[in-house]
């Protein structure tokens, strides 16, 4: 099993009056190293990077990895001018980051051709192993599978973030064997795990890691049933928190543990009453 496996935690940036807070990241990293995670996302979409400004992403980043010690981090990376990433990716080369996740260019809905040409690009020039992301209902464009059968032909593409919901591209990854697949879809970690799958990237793993973690282990030691048993436990909690945009939820969910603040920046708003009650019912039973 490669370094991309096991239950990974893409975190969310606290804020407290405005600003990060960066003793309660400090906090959350120390909790999911205990829980046994394989690893953490720094500056993902649940990390809302695109409210940052470049020095307080900076900032993050550097907190988590100080915290983090040992325990691997994945810098997210993101937006839709390749000459922009490339300069992101030559500064991370400097970092002691495990990897890099990349998303496809949003907005601007580049062909299957460009697709390759920007993540060849990244990749050539990146010094850490590179982990695709591909989330179509974000970018506005998917990584069809010729695509990312011929990207999984790079030595430094290593991976996959799969939020593409088609059960058929899943398989095929992991039939192909050259990429690591992570499920990104919360609801479907389960189903990718007993298909194969390396791993997950999930949201849902701020709340109850140590479960998610046990869930994983049980799947990857073939001990099925005692899988599929945490799975449904942890089943409501998944929906709650899936049920209104991200990190919304899991921000409420970790307030009502007072773990950070429940702050988030515009255009993001709290999650709803209802949901933050449900929330509390769930996470403090």
Same mark, same amino acid.
């Given at each position: 099993?490669?370094?991309?496996?096991?239950?990974?935690?893409?975190?969310?940036? =606290?804020?407290?009056?405005?600003?990060?807070?960066?003793?309660?990241?400090?906090?959350?990293?120390?909790?999911?190293?205990?829980?046994?995670?394989?690893?953490?996302?720094?500056?993902?979409?649940?990390?809302?990077? +695109?409210?940052?400004?470049?020095?307080?992403?900076?900032?993050?980043?550097?907190?988590?990895?100080?915290? +983090?010690?040992?325990?691997?981090?994945?810098?997210?990376?993101?937006?839709?001018? &390749?000459?922009?990433?490339?300069?992101?990716?030559?500064?991370?080369?400097?970092? =002691?980051?495990?990897?890099?996740?990349?998303?496809?260019? !949003? !907005?601007?809905?580049?062909?299957?051709?460009?697709?390759? @040409?920007? $993540? &060849?690009?990244?990749?050539?020039?990146?010094?850490?192993?590179?982990?695709? !992301?591909?989330?179509?209902?974000?970018?506005?464009?998917?990584?069809?599978?010729?695509?990312?059968?011929?990207?999984?032909?790079?030595?430094?593409?290593?991976?996959?973030?799969?939020?593409?919901?088609?059960? @058929?591209? &899943?398989?095929?990854?992991?039939?192909?064997?050259?990429?690591?697949?992570?499920?990104?879809?919360?609801?479907?970690?389960?189903?990718?795990?007993?298909?194969?799958?390396?791993?997950?990237?999930?949201?849902?793993?701020?709340?109850? =890691?140590?479960? $998610?973690?046990?869930?994983?282990?049980?799947?990857?030691?073939?001990?099925?049933?005692?899988?599929?048993?945490?799975?449904? @436990?942890?089943? =409501?909690?998944?929906?709650?928190?899936?049920?209104?945009?991200?990190? +919304?939820?899991?921000?409420?969910?970790?307030?009502?543990?007072?773990?950070?603040?429940?702050?988030?920046?515009?255009?993001?708003?709290?999650?709803?009453?209802?949901?933050?009650?449900?929330? +509390?019912?769930?996470?403090?039973?």
């Amino acid at each position: 099993m490669g370094m991309f496996s096991g239950i990974w935690v893409p975190l969310v940036t =606290p804020f407290a009056d405005g600003a990060v807070d960066h003793a309660a990241l400090r906090t959350l990293v120390g909790r999911y190293a205990e829980a046994g995670v394989s690893g953490l996302v720094a500056l993902g979409t649940t990390g809302e990077p +695109a409210a940052l400004s470049e020095a307080e992403s900076d900032a993050v980043l550097a907190t988590i990895l100080e915290a +983090a010690r040992e325990l691997p981090v994945l810098a997210g990376v993101a937006g839709n001018q &390749t000459a922009h990433l490339l300069e992101r990716v030559a500064r991370l080369n400097e970092l =002691p980051v495990a990897g890099i996740l990349v998303s496809a260019p !949003y !907005y601007i809905r580049p062909s299957q051709a460009g697709l390759i @040409e920007h $993540f &060849t690009a990244l990749a050539d020039l990146s010094t850490k192993p590179v982990v695709l !992301y591909d989330i179509p209902y974000r970018t506005g464009v998917r990584l069809e599978l010729d695509t990312l059968l011929t990207l999984a032909a790079h030595p430094r593409i290593q991976a996959i973030k799969d939020c593409a919901g088609s059960t @058929e591209t &899943t398989l095929a990854l992991i039939l192909d064997g050259r990429l690591q697949v992570l499920a990104g879809d919360d609801a479907n970690i389960f189903n990718t795990l007993c298909m194969g799958g390396s791993g997950a990237i999930a949201a849902s793993a701020h709340v109850r =890691p140590e479960r $998610f973690v046990a869930m994983y282990r049980a799947l990857a030691e073939g001990r099925l049933v005692e899988g599929r048993a945490i799975y449904h @436990e942890l089943a =409501p909690l998944v929906r709650a928190l899936c049920s209104e945009p991200n990190p +919304a939820p899991v921000k409420a969910a970790l307030a009502a543990q007072r773990l950070l603040r429940n702050e988030l920046r515009a255009p993001m708003t709290r999650a709803t009453e209802a949901l933050g009650r449900r929330l +509390a019912e769930l996470v403090l039973d």
